[in-house]
């Protein structure tokens, strides 16, 4: 199921095929995780990859595990001791260039695999003993390749503040590839980078600063060498998580904006709810729905016009939770 609209562009997402319910993994199972299928499967269209069989070692098959140097590990067969490392690094170099145009806004991978577990991924010594201090091979080789793109390990996204970051991440940088898809002017630049400034702040208060000096020297930079800088230090900032802090100061920022409209009551009331969202008393969606509400009311454009009210699908329910 897809909620798009017929005309929108897709968001795109790569998954580890297992995660999806594909029947990939060496014993013939799966391991579909519910809140990605039936949760973000609403809104992304999921590319799946199981490198593993796309090099060959088909279903069922021996496991495999990470041997040597955490650094610079061979992939193995764990009975034959059959070596996988060249066959799998080759096929990798050739498959994230074809990945490549696909278009992804974002990575789901397997947690803990050696072929996509993106970090703490068991590599054993010679003699046997484990330590997770490794990266799947292909995972590894994918946040190196983009590394721009939001990624995150399907176990991480029990974790609702992970959970909220990444999909902030993918929507925001979907964004970013339609401003940069074609020729781009200045004024575009500005207008995105405007209208993305609360959820910098909350984010990365810093990051937004440094932005906004680059945007202010456009004309100083050649477009693509421009495109690549405002990118890596846009995604680098969106990476920290929003803080309870941050969004409080967010808040009361945007509040700025009704001061000369609202009673000395009004006042008080969404006053009082951020006081109750920064004791972890309310979710985040408390406030910002009050403050919407008389955003829209008294029709402030430059407010409206933020990402930070509408970062993603509200029916997601990311800020929903104390």
Not at 53 to 59: P, R, S
Not at 97 to 105: A, G, M, P, R
Request: charged share 30%.
């Amino acid at each position: 199921m897809n909620r798009k609209n017929e005309g929108e562009d897709l968001i795109r997402v790569g998954v580890s095929a297992c995660v999806l319910g594909e029947k990939v993994r060496f014993d013939g199972q799966h391991k579909r995780d519910t809140y990605v299928v039936d949760v973000l499967g609403n809104y992304f269209e999921f590319v799946p990859v199981c490198p593993e069989v796309e090099v060959g070692m088909g279903v069922p098959r021996e496991s495999v595990r990470l041997v040597g140097e955490p650094d610079k590990p061979r992939m193995v067969g764990r009975k034959s001791g059959k070596d996988w490392t060249d066959t799998m690094k080759d096929f990798t170099q050739k498959r994230l260039k074809h990945l490549e145009e696909e278009n992804l806004s974002g990575y789901i991978l397997k947690k803990d695999s050696p072929s996509c577990g993106m970090e703490r991924v068991k590599v054993y010594t010679d003699k046997g003993m484990p330590s997770r201090k490794g990266k799947g091979f292909w995972g590894g080789a994918l946040t190196e390749f983009f590394p721009h793109l939001p990624v995150e390990e399907e176990g991480r996204l029990n974790d609702l503040k992970l959970r909220d970051n990444f999909v902030v991440r993918v929507f925001a940088y979907h964004r970013l590839q339609i401003l940069f898809s074609g020729r781009f002017v200045r004024k575009e630049v500005i207008d995105f980078h405007t209208t993305h400034k609360y959820l910098m702040l909350a984010h990365n208060p810093e990051a937004y600063k440094t932005l906004g000096q680059l945007v202010a020297d456009i004309k100083k930079y050649d477009p693509n060498e421009f495109k690549s800088e405002y990118s890596r230090m846009f995604m680098d900032g969106l990476c920290y998580k929003s803080t309870t802090r941050k969004n409080v100061n967010v808040l009361l920022h945007i509040m700025g904006f009704l001061k000369e409209h609202l009673t000395k009551q009004e006042k008080a009331d969404i006053l009082e709810v951020i006081e109750g969202y920064r004791k972890e008393m309310i979710p985040l969606i408390v406030p910002l729905t009050l403050i919407n509400h008389y955003i829209k009311k008294h029709n402030i454009d430059y407010i409206l016009n933020q990402v930070y009210l509408n970062p993603h699908p509200k029916e997601l329910m990311l800020r929903n939770h104390v």
